[in-house]
């Protein structure tokens, strides 16, 4: 009989296990130094939180704030506001404060409950640093944790649940969908387990030579 086949599966087996051992030993270096980056801004945002209180810099000098000061200006703006005034620091409390004062509303709890939900609208624009307290970025900071395939996957099962994750290919693939360089197959399955498809009925992985 002859073995040639499965000679070659193997070798191609081989490939792709030495393919993933360099994968994995590039994401550990990764991971490391994604958290040495997380460890220094930790540090740098603490030192700017100490020299802060140090100095006793506040976020406005609370006589200049007066009813109406803001205008018509909606809470992500008004905090946009509160945030430069502060050198890119939004302490919530105060802003509660500053607002109460502005005369945005007479009541504080109405304030909070309003400037939360605006800090949550603007998470390009605001990174939190610890609770309640918030840096204003210059707004070109992107969000992690979603990807473009996610988003057009479940965007395209939320319209025809019926698709299934071959036909999904097929049309990303006639789409032109940038994959940034993954494997379309490869990219798909990973995406199809997270978003929890794949326990519609007996789903097959995709040919990663697809």
């Known amino acids: ?5 499965i000679q070659e599966t193997m070798k191609i087996i081989d490939d792709w296990q030495m393919e993933l051992a360099n994968l994995e030993s590039n994401f550990e270096k990764i991971r490391y130094d994604i958290e040495e980056l997380k460890q220094r801004i930790a540090v740098a945002e603490d030192m700017i939180r100490e020299y802060r209180n140090k100095h006793n810099i506040t976020s406005f000098n609370l ?11 909606t809470y992500p703006e008004m905090l946009i506001e509160i945030a430069k005034r ?3 620091y939004l302490k919530v409390t105060d802003a509660v404060e500053i607002m109460l004062q502005a005369d945005v509303s007479k009541n504080k709890r109405f304030i ?38 996610r988003e057009v996957v479940k965007k395209l099962k939320e319209k025809n649940p019926q698709m299934t ?3 999904v290919l097929k049309y990303l693939m006639k789409m032109g969908f940038d994959f940034k360089g993954r494997r379309p197959a490869n990219a798909l399955n990973i ?13 097959q992985s995709l040919d990663v030579r697809y």
């Open 1 to 5: 009989m002859d073995n040639s086949w």
């Open 63 to 73: 006589e200049d704030i007066y009813p109406g000061c803001f205008g018509n200006k």
């Open 86 to 88: 502060n050198g890119g």
């Open 112 to 149: 909070q409950a309003n400037v939360y939900p605006a800090l949550k609208r603007m998470r390009n624009r605001f990174i939190k640093v610890r609770r309640g307290e918030y840096r204003l970025t210059n707004g070109i900071i992107k969000q992690t944790g979603k990807s473009g395939l």
């Open 165 to 167: 994750k071959t036909e």
């Open 191 to 203: 995406t199809w387990a997270y978003l929890g498809y794949s326990k519609e009925g007996k789903q």
